[in-house]
């Protein structure tokens, strides 16, 4: 058994060679999507799933060709909304192929990849005993695998349904430098229009 600082370099892993690569599809993929805009909120039971439904939906009605990425990963529901859930998944040599629900839009959740509506997402390893520690970055690897592995085509918008939490602007934009814009979603309360003020400053 090797020590750390046994070890040359990366050890023969080439992690800076995958992560290169990675970085490279992604720039590839989001080369393709003309207009990509994230839906946020800081707070969770606002209707961002329903807004991203609605606006994919409206603009695929009118001969867009519309993605939608749920990137909420323990609590997916587009594919549902969409009409995509249950679909089975299919990997080409392009990366996964999307499904698509009853008006083509393209759907990437979490949702898809779990067996059944009540299994969370769990983290395994050494360190699952501190998965609250890990998750958030866990969240942020999880969204950039499915920005660079779907094989999403040419797209005219990408909607990006985000998770509740106002650090998840700042953890998307450097995957998606070029992020059109944020739309911000609230309820008319007090306590919602608190909270959701803290994100639309994060998004200026």
């Known amino acids: 058994m090797k020590r750390y600082r046994e070890i040359a370099g990366d050890g ?12 490279e599809r992604l720039r590839a993929r989001m080369a393709r999507i003309a207009v990509k805009v994230a839906v946020a909120s ?5 209707g961002k799933s329903v807004i991203v439904a609605n606006l994919a939906a ?8 519309v993605g939608a990425l749920d990137a909420d990963i323990n609590g997916p529901s587009l594919a549902k909304m969409l009409g995509a859930r249950g679909q089975r998944l299919t990997f080409g040599e392009g990366g996964l192929q999307p499904p698509r629900g009853p008006l ?4 990437v959740s979490m949702d898809l990849f779990l067996p059944d509506d009540q299994t969370p997402v769990r983290w ?3 360190a699952e005993g501190e998965g609250y520690l890990w998750r958030g970055a866990m969240e942020v690897a999880s969204l950039r ?8 085509g040419d797209l005219d918008l990408l909607l ?13 934009v ?11 979603v609230t309820l008319p309360s007090q306590v919602s229009q608190l909270i959701v003020a803290k994100s639309v400053t994060v998004a200026k």
């Open 145 to 152: 695998e499915f920005l660079a592995d779907t094989e999403w």
């Open 104 to 107: 083509g839009i393209a759907v």
């Open 124 to 126: 395994t390893g050494p």
């Open 42 to 46: 800081g707070k969770g039971g606002v």
């Open 12 to 23: 023969g892993s080439d992690v800076a060679g995958q992560v290169g690569a990675q970085q």
């Open 160 to 172: 990006l349904d985000l998770p509740p939490g106002t650090d998840r602007i700042p953890n998307l």
């Open 58 to 65: 409206a603009f695929a009605t009118r001969g867009l060709k």
């Open 174 to 184: 450097p995957l998606l430098p070029d992020l059109h814009g944020v739309l911000i």
